[in-house]
């Protein structure tokens, strides 16, 4: 069962190298004989009062869940505390917390760093209070709005602390306040039209300790419900993409194999990114990738913004052109007139398409352009023209007229 929270003072540098625990800021009176924990660290104290003595510190076994596992939490307005024991392995820890409909925020603290930031395989990046616009517009004694946040207010509800012993959550009889939350541009809240369902975190654990992550759910909205689970610390898979860059145009005309990067899979696998993973420079997790576009194939590149997979998009050129014809309409006695349409080619990285390239005829690469003969340019008896067949837009061959 767990036990009240109080407050305690002590007087080393830390509760783990006290040499005693008192009742008073000024150390005159010396705490009741017991067992006191912080941090996942218990200390027991004895022989008080007359000749107290506080206990060696050890790791608190039931203070902490271990990962691998989840915990769902429901109840009132309020906070609810919950520890995860990570072990001594490193890699990245894949944390999916459900907020379901009602506004909920979760934030983790591991070694002195606090994020409150999720990707969702539908919703995308979000930050700070999650839930559904809805519910938010309805949140008891607390409206919440992505435009104003909590505008400027707090509501008041209790502290619950993670039992391990009972599976619950119990009343520690503390007050919580709650808020104010800020406004979504300020990254305070992230309110979406549909439930945003599994919403991915991410905390790195380079090191073998510390061993033990903590969570603070907020329920500021009268009721709540969650669930959290907890993926035990794992490298990361590694694909490779081309440096950053700020356009899609001149991260497409880099070498995709130049550089090394790792994803937390949202909604693509290890290894393969798709958009909504979380992006990284190390398999750790500690480094998101900078917002930019990095070519991750000879045909695609992707979009990156807040560590996060925006989207991916092929990378075409552009180039002028004839109109689909044969190949005498070009190469035969007649001057062809000057290319005027604008199409667009994948594959290779110069400025006209050759064998092997794709054509279109939109800059999206959906619409393949019809098998013919193609004027690009020149004059007799150099003119050049391409040759498209197989009814997908692949370019057959690329020839002079001579």
Same mark, same amino acid.
Request: aromatic share 10%.
């Given at each position: 069962?767990?036990g009240? $929270?109080?407050?305690?003072?002590?007087?080393?540098?830390?509760?783990?190298?006290?040499s005693m625990l008192?009742t008073?800021?000024?150390l005159s009176?010396?705490?009741?004989?017991?067992?006191y924990t912080q941090?996942?660290?218990i200390?027991?104290l004895?022989g /008080?009062p007359?000749?107290?003595?506080l206990?060696?510190?050890?790791?608190c076994v039931s203070?902490s869940?271990p990962?691998?596992?989840?915990?769902?939490g429901?109840g009132g307005?309020g906070?609810? *505390?919950?520890t995860m024991n *990570?072990?001594n392995s490193?890699g990245a820890?894949?944390v999916?917390?459900?907020?379901?409909?009602v506004p909920d925020?979760?934030?983790w603290?591991?070694?002195?760093?606090?994020?409150?930031?999720?990707?969702s395989a539908t919703?995308? =990046?979000l930050?700070?209070v999650?839930?559904?616009i809805? #519910?938010g517009n309805?949140?008891?004694?607390?409206p919440?709005t992505? %435009?104003n946040?909590?505008?400027?207010?707090?509501t008041? /509800?209790?502290?619950?602390?993670?039992d391990a012993?009972s599976?619950?959550?119990?009343? +520690?009889?503390?007050p919580?306040?709650?808020g104010?939350?800020a406004?979504?541009?300020?990254g305070?809240?992230? *309110?979406?039209t549909?439930?945003?369902?599994?919403? $991915?975190?991410v905390?790195?654990k380079p090191?073998?300790t510390p061993e #033990? &992550?903590?969570?603070v759910?907020?329920?500021p909205?009268g009721s709540?419900?969650w669930s959290i689970?907890v993926v035990c610390?794992v490298a990361?898979t590694s694909?490779?993409?081309?440096?950053?860059?700020?356009?899609?145009q001149l991260a497409? %005309?880099?070498?995709h194999?130049t550089?090394?990067y790792?994803?937390m899979?949202v909604?693509?696998?290890?290894g393969?990114?798709a958009?909504?993973?979380?992006i990284f420079t @190390?398999?750790?997790g500690?480094n998101?990738?900078?917002?930019?576009?990095?070519? $991750?194939?000879?045909?695609q590149?992707?979009?990156?913004?807040?560590?996060v997979l925006?989207?991916?998009?092929?990378?075409?050129?552009?180039?002028?052109?004839?109109a689909?014809?044969v190949f005498?309409?070009?190469c035969?006695?007649t001057?062809?007139?000057?290319?005027s +349409?604008?199409?667009?080619f994948t594959g290779? %990285?110069g400025?006209l398409?050759v064998?092997n @390239?794709?054509?279109?005829?939109?800059?999206?690469?959906?619409?393949?352009? %019809?098998?013919g =003969?193609y004027y690009l340019? /020149?004059?007799s008896?150099?003119r050049?023209v391409?040759?498209?067949?197989?009814?997908n837009?692949? &370019?057959?061959?690329n020839?002079l007229?001579?």
């Open positions: 069962m767990a009240t $929270i109080g407050t305690y003072y002590f007087d080393g540098t830390s509760f783990a190298n006290a008192y008073d800021a000024s009176t010396v705490a009741p004989n017991g067992y941090n996942d660290i200390r027991q004895v /008080g007359g000749n107290p003595v206990l060696q510190a050890q790791a203070c869940v990962c691998g596992s989840g915990v769902s429901s307005t906070k609810y *505390l919950l *990570l072990g490193t820890v894949k999916n917390f459900n907020p379901a409909s925020k979760c934030s603290t591991y070694d002195s760093v606090t994020r409150s930031e999720y990707s919703e995308g =990046y930050q700070g999650v839930g559904t809805s #519910t309805a949140c008891s004694g607390l919440l992505n %435009a946040g909590s505008n400027g207010q707090t008041s /509800g209790a502290t619950y602390s993670y012993g599976n619950s959550f119990v009343n +520690q009889g503390i919580a306040t709650l104010p939350y406004n979504e541009a300020a305070g809240i992230d *309110l979406t549909n439930a945003p369902g599994n919403c $991915i975190m905390v790195p090191n073998a #033990t &992550v903590d969570f759910i907020e329920g909205c709540t419900g689970s610390p990361l694909f490779t993409a081309s440096a950053g860059a700020g356009t899609q497409c %005309a880099q070498d194999t550089n090394t790792y994803n899979p909604a693509g696998t290890a393969n990114p958009v909504t993973d979380w @190390d398999a750790n500690v998101k990738a900078a917002d930019n576009y990095y070519k $991750i194939s000879s045909t590149e992707m979009h990156v913004v807040n560590g925006r989207g991916i998009s092929l990378c075409v050129t552009s180039y002028l052109s004839s689909m014809g005498n309409d070009f035969g006695g001057a062809p007139g000057p290319p +349409q604008t199409y667009y290779s %990285a400025s398409p064998a @390239d794709f054509v279109y005829s939109n800059p999206q690469g959906t619409l393949a352009l %019809a098998d =003969y340019g /020149g004059t008896p150099n050049y391409i040759r498209v067949m197989g009814g837009g692949e &370019v057959s061959s020839q007229c001579n």
